[in-house]
């Protein structure tokens, strides 16, 4: 195949495509963040880099850039999606600084914001937002991690003191892996089960307080260490424990829940299950900011294994007079350019989702409007989606990119083990991403209705297939254009060009639908068997639904991936984009091509030319690898990689060197090395 590309593309066309709505903050990252200091740090022992981490986030304080999601009357900017894109920002320097921010002003600062009131806003926003306050987000328990809504922690209304009795009941409920808890938090938004007349209300979250000023436990706390972790040695992780610690009654955050001084409860919103689900919705910025951080290390590392792979040189191909370098094999590009093009399609997927982050939290806590129940759990269900999605691709490419720098890639001091320590956590924390894959196939199933996210009815459930087209098929940005590719797609779909958008586009839709079918009809068939336990009407589909999820997220994906491309301005790079957008469909086609031959969408004989073409595509895309990764306009002194600073010189003066030892020129190499040459390379 010809290549139809330019020859060259300006990279910078490429950068503001993916900068997207909020360039402007990630202009001012590199910036107003572009030295040394913010860039990780390699050997440190445990203590030296939490000390090290606080220090950076006490001056990040001070910069403005963590100021950007609260509210305009305490020096913010009221801008959420702005808040969310600094975060990930961050995440392409020191991922302990970036847990560490995340914690302090999102999920503490945050919780206090969303789920408090004023009189909470006036009394501590500033001195969170200052860093004056260093807190921790204690949700997350020993025996219950995944399912908060069982979580074992009690808050107890006595009317007669005007308090709450916090307590922790038994090992298994105290809360673990609290970041900022350690060392440094000196209050904790707790969460707990609130009980008040002898009745639980759910879990509701209070503002604790647990070190005194010269950083002693408070009576009735007890605060441990987590120890060594894999990676992020900068966060303080540690356990919390509260043996009937007395907690003012203004201390609970009360937007979605009060109690009065004589212990009734009221809630603008009755039904305990929507009122929690409603509470964890507001708080849904950390799932979205650990997806875009998962997105931006991801980013990161392919930068590094890609420039490395330009100028490092491995064995010679007969008649040549030099070794080869490594992004000339196919198999080197076959690891890292249907990564590069997932990287760049889950960079537009999270564009467009914190873009709807945005404008439905900034229409309810700036507006006042009325929360819109179906757009909020679209919103659930698409972080959800995409935290797994981002998270996953960061462990899969992150060791892919670990390989490709061979011995290289395990040395310290070319940040990609350290990338692999810190993000591997990210698949289970903010949700376990199995869980969350589950929460979007409930989503589909359910059409996401009150009952969302309980197993209790699944049984009694009536499903009907007509839904599947009004659920599944919701609205993207580029639904419109998505719908016309779509429907121009003759029903002779065996003699399209396999790189028709249309195509392609249909062949995601058609598996999501089928797949989403066939889980209903298996759990209609489940809830009529007599004896059939509700749980295992279920948990017999499990395999299914989760595929279910997986070929809903791949088709949200390929359609923000879509809406991208119409960004593109310059010609050239819109050019590159499409080829690219070519190269992420019919990978991901071509990794499930079993199930495509299995029901009846591909040929054997349409399966092999959908192998030639992602090896076409990977041709075409050869020339413009690092062109690609400069779109990502990462400041080279935040990927503190030593490599690509000593790689191109050392590969340059060797072969001279060889060449010099062997006078005529002859190339150097030996019988081994001459054996190991793929035909025809």
């Not at 606080?54 to 001056?59: F, G, H, K, P, V």
């Not at 999270?350 to 229409?363: F, S």
């Not at 490599?643 to 020129?665: H, I, S």
Request: charged letters at 25%.
């Amino acid at each position: 195949m010809t290549s139809t590309l330019p020859r060259t593309v300006d990279p910078s066309c490429l950068r503001e495509v993916l900068d997207g709505r909020w360039a402007h903050v990630r202009r001012e990252a590199r910036e107003q963040l572009g030295d040394r200091r913010w860039a990780p740090v390699y050997g440190e022992s445990v203590q030296e880099a939490r000390e090290r981490v606080t220090r950076l986030a006490a001056e990040l304080a001070t910069t403005g850039r963590v100021s950007l999601g609260f509210p305009e009357q305490y020096g913010g900017e009221a801008d959420a999606g702005a808040s969310v894109t600094s975060i990930e920002m961050l995440a392409f320097g020191d991922l302990s600084l970036m847990v560490k921010a995340g914690v302090q002003w999102g999920l503490f600062g945050g919780a206090v914001q969303l789920l408090g009131t004023q009189r909470h806003h006036d009394a501590y926003l500033p001195d969170i937002m200052s860093f004056a306050l260093p807190g921790c987000f204690a949700m997350t328990e020993t025996g219950h991690g995944s399912d908060v809504q069982q979580l074992r922690t009690t808050c107890t209304y006595d009317p007669a003191t005007q308090t709450f009795d916090l307590h922790t009941p038994h090992e298994a409920a105290r809360k673990d892996y609290i970041g900022n808890a350690a060392a440094d938090g000196r209050m904790a938004v707790v969460f707990a089960q609130l009980v008040t007349q002898g009745q639980r209300q759910g879990v509701h979250a209070w503002l604790v307080p647990i070190r005194d000023e010269d950083g002693n436990p408070l009576p009735g706390v007890t605060i441990g260490d987590d120890g060594p972790k894999a990676g992020l040695l900068g966060v303080d992780n540690g356990r919390l424990s509260f043996d009937h610690v007395r907690v003012p009654r203004e201390m609970l955050l009360d937007r979605y829940g009060q109690v009065a001084e004589d212990g009734t409860y009221t809630s603008s919103i009755e039904n305990e299950t929507r009122r929690f689900f409603t509470m964890l919705g507001t708080l849904v910025r950390g799932r979205v900011s650990v997806g875009g951080s998962a997105g931006a290390a991801t980013r990161m590392a392919l930068d590094i294994a890609v420039r490395y792979g330009e100028v490092r040189r491995q064995f010679t191909a007969p008649g040549r007079d030099r070794e080869i370098v490594l992004n000339d094999y196919l198999v080197h590009q076959r690891k890292l350019l249907p990564a590069l093009a997932t990287s760049y399609a889950l960079a537009f997927a999270q564009e467009e989702l914190v873009g709807t982050m945005h404008d439905i939290q900034t229409a309810v806590h700036e507006h006042g409007e009325e929360v819109d129940e179906a757009a909020q759990r679209e919103l659930e269900s698409r972080a959800a989606g995409l935290k797994a999605a981002q998270t996953w691709h960061a462990t899969r490419t992150i060791q892919t990119c670990r390989e490709a720098l061979g011995g290289a890639g395990y040395l310290a001091e070319n940040r990609l083990p350290q990338l692999k320590a810190d993000t591997d956590v990210f698949t289970t924390f903010e949700g376990d991403n199995t869980v969350l894959m589950q929460l979007v196939a409930k989503g589909l199933l359910t059409g996401y209705r009150d009952a969302f996210g309980s197993l209790d009815g699944w049984g009694r459930v009536a499903f009907v297939a007509d839904m599947v087209r009004e659920t599944v098929l919701e609205r993207t940005a580029a639904r419109a254009l998505v719908t016309r590719l779509v429907d121009a797609v003759p029903g002779r779909e065996d003699v399209l060009p396999l790189r028709d958008r249309g195509w392609q586009l249909a062949m995601l839709e058609f598996r999501e639908k089928h797949t989403l079918e066939g889980a209903i009809r298996r759990l209609r068939r489940n809830a009529a068997t007599d004896g059939m336990e509700p749980f295992e009407v279920f948990n017999s589909v499990q395999d299914h639904v989760l595929r279910t999820a997986q070929a809903h997220v791949d088709r949200i994906v390929l359609e923000a991936f879509v809406a991208g491309i119409e960004r593109a301005a310059d010609p050239g790079a819109r050019a590159l984009l499409d080829t690219l957008c070519d190269l992420y469909a019919l990978s991901t086609i071509e990794a499930d091509k079993g199930w495509f031959l299995e029901h009846g969408r591909l040929t054997p004989a349409r399966s092999k030319a959908l192998t030639a073409t992602v090896n076409a595509l990977l041709r075409e895309l050869r020339p413009h690898m690092v062109t690609l990764v400069d779109g990502f306009a990462i400041p080279h002194v935040w990927k503190q990689a030593a490599v690509l600073d000593e790689e191109a010189g050392r590969q340059e003066a060797m072969y001279r060197e060889d060449l010099a030892a062997r006078p005529g020129g002859d190339t150097p190499h030996d019988t081994a090395v001459t054996v190991a040459v793929p035909p025809g390379q």
